[in-house]
């Protein structure tokens, strides 16, 4: 090892949290629950520079339009602030043209699920190794509190005010059909848990998709309340656990089964666990090259079951950039090194 090396080594080493925050001023409301998030961030970011051995100089963050998209003013890291939805796009041209670098999105459930809703589904089925987080917190909250995809339908809001008429977008649904390599679940407020996924999105090769369930206090308060708080939160979330039955419940007493219906589909059901055979319970398995258990478990419906939390997909695959660098080595080696200019020039040209 050279001695910049070991520099630069014992360097990175050296990070800490304050080595990634910004000289900028937060300008979130108090009490938003991006705070939290973005103090994750910088707490994992530390240790995920030491594990990779990577200089905070090469991790980037790439947002779009909204307030989850100031989050690159207030990382002391390179960034992009983008336009409306775009932030996929620019993050895939990044990460192709410098697989060097770690790329990071940060967008909310309308920046991210409509006017962006296309690009993000590409570069998840691209599996471009870009780690897409997105901010759910079911309004659209720089504009003033419009409905969002994300809103439950009904949701009065100033663009809805006899309610909206529209079913909302699940967004681990479209990164399940997506087929995005990881895919997992988090809660601005369960500090821990969000750490984990997001040291877990980091170490991923691959397209990566967490969704965040971020409360907007002024806005759309509680608006995961009924599932959060302290007094319902063992009844009412499920923490998913690879390999391991999939159970709720202060005693972990409760847990999901699936059950024949007159139609002969199958379909989920909460039992108590001490009234059937342990072999009735789900197991949970995020490494199945399948969706079909991703996809029952992201459809469950809050009203009727438990919402689940943690990482729901976590497979390995070939990357896109990976793939392209293959195909131009393959190219390169059948054909010769190209002359951009002679490739313009030749074919059908005319002169105007």
């Known amino acids: ?69 100031r989050f690159p003013y207030y990382m002391n890291n390179y960034g992009f602030h983008s336009i409306h939805g775009r932030a996929p796009t620019i993050a895939t041209g990044l ?8 790329v990071w999105v940060i967008t909310g459930d309308g920046d991210g699920l409509s006017i962006g809703g296309n690009h993000l589904m590409h570069c998840l089925r691209r599996n471009i190794d870009v780690k897409i987080l997105l901010f759910n917190n ?7 509190g419009q409905y969002s995809p994300t809103s439950e339908m009904g949701k009065k809001t100033k663009s809805s005010p006899f309610g909206t008429v529209e079913k909302p977008i699940n967004p681990l649904s479209i990164a399940i059909a997506s087929k995005a390599s990881f895919i997992a679940r988090a809660v601005d407020t369960d500090a821990g ?5 997001l040291l877990q ?74 009234d059937v055979d342990a072999s009735e319970i789900l197991v949970h398995d995020e490494s199945s090259p399948g969706t079909a258990l991703a996809f029952l478990l992201a459809q469950l419906d809050e009203s009727e079951f438990p919402v689940p939390m943690g990482v729901f997909r ?31 020039r030749s074919g059908d040209i005319w002169t105007v």
């Open 95 to 102: 990460r192709v043209a410098r697989p060097d670098l770690q």
């Open 201 to 274: 999105a980091a170490r991923h090769q691959g397209s990566v998709f967490v969704e965040i369930l971020q409360n907007c206090n002024v806005f759309n308060n509680k608006a995961y309340s009924s599932f959060t708080d302290k007094s319902v939160k063992s009844d009412r979330q499920i923490l998913l656990k690879h390999n391991e039955p999939i159970l709720f419940g202060k005693d972990m007493e409760k847990g999901i089964s699936l059950r024949r219906a007159t139609s002969g589909i199958l379909e989920p059901e909460i039992v108590n666990v001490k």
């Open 1 to 69: 090892m050279s001695v910049e090396a070991k520099i630069s080594l014992k360097h990175i080493e050296s990070y800490q949290r304050k080595d990634f925050v910004s000289d900028q001023d937060i300008r979130w409301c108090p009490g938003c629950g991006d705070y939290s998030i973005l103090a994750q961030m910088q707490r994992v970011m530390p240790e995920i520079c030491e594990e990779l051995n990577m200089p905070k100089e090469n991790i980037v963050f790439v947002s779009g339009i909204g307030c989850s998209s």
């Open 314 to 344: 976590k497979i390995s695959k070939p990357v896109y950039g990976e793939l392209l660098d293959d195909q131009i080595e393959e190219a390169t080696t059948k054909l010769g090194k190209g002359d951009f200019f002679k490739h313009l």
């Open 193 to 197: 848990n969000l750490r984990n996924i």
């Open 138 to 144: 079911r309004i659209y909250g720089l504009t003033k």
